[in-house]
């Protein structure tokens, strides 16, 4: 087959047979070589890569994988299209290639991340119904995981107050987790976007949701968190905003709470305490 680089960096996350590590080496290693500004063929580049991503690249129907694509209504942006944000370009591994479902000019839009517990208090869900409508009156994206818990707060609040809404998801786009979000990832695909690194047909596994944070802390101008316990993946993605100069603010809650120990402790260690929605609205940061 005939390869651009395009084409060649599709056609690998199709096949769902690179960590993001070593899928960001591969885009390294093509854009360094001159060689492959136009179109190519393998030649000596299948020598770099895994014998099962080979066994693909020569067995694959590219016309086929891209009807697949079109049967599920999912699209795709790499990281060489124009429309692809620079300030997910510059985080740690960004996702080389994107798949989606819905208004892909929301990613470019001011944006802000709301996460949190899945076993949340009704705190948190009062806390949401406070801080939502304030971004959305500010024209503030979204965003989230999808997740139970916090994460559906966010979307459920921010589409109910008519505001636009990002799901960042941990599984292929014709996979929805968990399956009780069916009509919610319905709904995000119509009035918002849902975007995955991962293929159709790919499993929810555990390791996929710390790699999916960094897409989201990485899309947003800053992160917020409702409640986290003190080991929480919401602090990872806390911690992943701050590494990537995003603004990263906090929900106090009660020191006797185990949902806010991890809330708390991002407040002693330097981040924004959230009284309101405004406050996230004054303190949020645009960049391209």
Same mark, same amino acid.
């Given at each position: ?25 591969? !885009? ?38 891209? =009807? ?20 997910? =370009? ?34 948190? =869900? ?14 503030? &994206? ?33 996979? &929805? ?12 695909? $119509? ?14 596994? =555990? ?21 986290? $316990? ?18 990263? !603010? ?5 020191? !006797? ?29 645009? !960049?391209?």
């Amino acid at each position: 087959m005939i390869w651009t680089k395009r084409r060649l960096l599709v056609a690998v996350a199709i096949s769902d047979t690179l960590t993001s590590k070593q899928f960001y080496e591969l !885009f390294m290693r093509l854009e360094e070589d001159m060689s492959l500004n136009d179109s190519f063929v393998l030649g000596d580049l299948k020598y770099s890569l895994p014998e099962e991503t080979n066994k693909w690249l020569e067995s694959m129907d590219w016309n086929l994988e891209i =009807k697949r694509l079109q049967e599920h209504k999912v699209k795709v942006i790499t990281i060489l299209d124009g429309g692809y944000p620079q300030r997910l =370009k510059e985080i740690y591994l960004p996702p080389i290639v994107l798949f989606y479902r819905g208004n892909l000019s929301l990613i470019n839009q001011r944006a802000v991340a709301v996460v949190g517990s899945r076993d949340h208090s009704k705190y948190a =869900k009062d806390c949401i119904r406070e801080i939502i409508p304030a971004l959305v009156k500010d024209d503030i &994206v979204v965003i989230s995981g999808l997740a139970r818990g916090v994460d559906t707060l966010a979307h459920e609040e921010t589409l109910k107050a008519n505001g636009s809404t990002i799901a960042v998801i941990g599984s292929g786009l014709n996979v &929805v987790y968990p399956s009780e979000n069916s009509k919610l990832y319905d709904v995000i695909a $119509k009035r918002g976007l849902i975007l995955s690194e991962y293929p159709l047909q790919s499993r929810p596994l =555990k390791f996929h949701f710390p790699y999916r944070n960094r897409i989201i802390a990485g899309l947003s101008h800053g992160v917020c968190v409702i409640e986290a $316990k003190e080991k929480s993946g919401s602090l990872i993605t806390a911690n992943l905003a701050l590494s990537e100069n995003r603004e990263v !603010f906090a929900v106090p809650g009660s020191i !006797f709470s185990i949902h806010s120990k991890g809330t708390n402790s991002l407040i002693e260690a330097g981040a924004c305490l959230v009284s309101s929605g405004e406050t996230i609205t004054k303190n949020l940061k645009y !960049f391209p």
